[in-house]
């Protein structure tokens, strides 16, 4: 079955410290990658994706770059901000009849000043 | 606009009690779900709504049961609530074709007292 494995948290940094949260999945077939966001209260979104092998996503100053050979996806961040404090979830997802997302249990970071 | 809402954002009910949470998307998608999220952040997946029918179910007590007016709402209604129910309810939806994000309401924490 598909499977996503996420590094376990909390991931404890201090501003402007590079950050690397790590994700391996297991998927039959060609899936695609996500990393989500997950702030205080609030529901889940969308941080950056990869659609397949060696693309790179990147945004807010977040990279994941999609390795097909590692089964990997980490998520990277050069500095990261006291606001960048939140849950973060690997996933993946391939199409067909019976697709669903596949989460990742999530890593919590957080930021001191 | 928001693009996942759903209603309402607490619940607090006695044990026994039948309650209902209702979801609507305005993104035009054709796939809902509800994820559960306990208190360890752990995401998992309880129901796939596709057009409307059910495509996917995942082991779920018989005591919850979705229902899909049509294909921009999907409610969960729970029956006989217990304590182990008390957790946070997810809404989310995605185009059903493709490897597309998924995107979330804002979630609906549940106590069961």
Not at chain 1, 83 to 106: E, H
Request: hydrophobic share 30%.
């Amino acid at each position: 079955g598909n499977s996503v494995t996420q590094m376990e948290g909390p991931v404890t940094l201090s501003e402007e410290a590079f950050l690397t949260i790590n994700c391996t999945y297991t998927a039959t077939g060609y899936p695609s990658l996500f990393w989500y966001v997950q702030y205080p209260g609030e529901g889940l979104q969308l941080l950056l994706k990869a659609t397949k092998a060696d693309d790179k996503g990147s945004n807010k100053g977040f990279e994941a770059t999609y390795r097909k050979e590692t089964t990997s996806f980490h998520l990277e961040k050069g500095s990261v901000q006291v606001s960048d404090s939140a849950v973060y979830f690997c996933a993946l997802s391939l199409s067909g009849g019976s697709y669903i997302p596949t989460f990742g249990r999530g890593t919590s970071l957080i930021v001191h000043p | 606009d928001t693009a996942v809402s759903q209603t309402p954002k607490y619940l607090v009910t006695q044990m026994g009690n039948d309650k209902s949470i209702k979801c609507e998307q305005n993104l035009g998608h054709d796939t809902m779900y509800w994820y559960k999220q306990d208190s360890k952040k752990f995401l998992k997946i309880m129901f796939s709504y596709n057009n409307k029918e059910l495509i996917i179910n995942e082991t779920v007590p018989n005591r919850f049961s979705p229902k899909s007016p049509d294909k921009a709402h999907l409610n969960l209604h729970i029956n006989s609530l217990e304590l182990g129910d008390s957790a946070v309810y997810f809404c989310a939806s995605s185009q059903a074709q493709g490897i597309t994000e998924a995107f979330f309401g804002q979630g609906t924490r549940l106590t069961v007292v």
